[in-house]
């Protein structure tokens, strides 16, 4: 086996822009990484997710692409 092939582990620091921040180990070459959407504040995790009105979609399509008949 060759020695010295790995990449560095090291511990870095993960900041959201909520401002959640937790310590992870990692290979990025930096020690540390911002995010725009974590686990505390994404929308499926905290319920306030929106969801689309679908139900209008399907008669749109069926209006512009089907022969009535």
Known sequence: ????????YKQLTVTCSCGNRFDT???H????IKLEVCSICHPV????Q???DGGGQVSKF??????PG
């Open 1 to 8: 086996m060759q020695a010295d092939i790995q990449p560095d």
């Open 25 to 27: 180990r990692s290979t």
């Open 29 to 32: 070459p930096q020690a540390q």
């Open 45 to 48: 995790y905290t319920g306030k």
């Open 50 to 52: 929106n969801r689309l």
């Open 62 to 67: 069926r209006a512009r692409y089907m022969r």
